[in-house]
């Protein structure tokens, strides 16, 4: 299914908005330890790093959510970082997600960015199939070690 312009709109959502009530079940999805109060703290300290969330929403709906930001760095200058990229599990294979990702790759095109980046865990197989159809390479390794 494809989703048609009309039956989605993409929103920036901003700490307090009230469509978090709808968003924050569909970041869950991915981030299951997330609470409203965890959110909250991120909201407040991530703003001042560049985080924002875009969210697509049909009707009143969130179907789709995304954190991003864009990054300096060394190896891309400049690039658009995607933190999270969730779909509803009950919306997938309706383009939302390539919805979100367009919206995304536009943003980063706008504000003059080399790359579009995330990183997706190694165990979501379904993503890394959207993601490779969805022309990302797989461009490095991630490593990570727990401090707590």
């Not at 991003?68 to 919306?91: G, M, Q």
């Not at 190694?122 to 993601?131: E, K, P, S, T």
Request: aromatic content about 6%.
């Amino acid at each position: 299914m494809t989703v048609h312009a009309d039956e989605a709109t993409l929103v920036d959502l901003e700490r307090g908005d009230g469509r978090w009530a709808s968003a924050l079940p569909v970041l869950q999805e991915l981030r299951p330890h997330l609470t409203k109060e965890l959110l909250a703290q991120v909201l407040d300290e991530g703003a001042p790093q560049g985080l924002r969330f875009t969210a697509v929403f049909a009707g009143e709906q969130c179907v789709a959510v995304a954190g991003w930001r864009i990054i300096a760095n060394t190896s891309a200058i400049r690039k658009l970082y995607v933190d999270d990229l969730s779909t509803s599990a009950s919306e997938r294979s309706r383009g939302y997600g390539r919805l979100l990702l367009d919206h995304l790759r536009e943003q980063a095109i706008a504000a003059g960015c080399h790359s579009l980046d995330l990183d997706s865990g190694v165990q979501r197989f379904d993503a890394h199939r959207f993601y490779l159809r969805e022309r990302m390479d797989i461009v490095a390794h991630h490593f990570s070690r727990r401090l707590r």
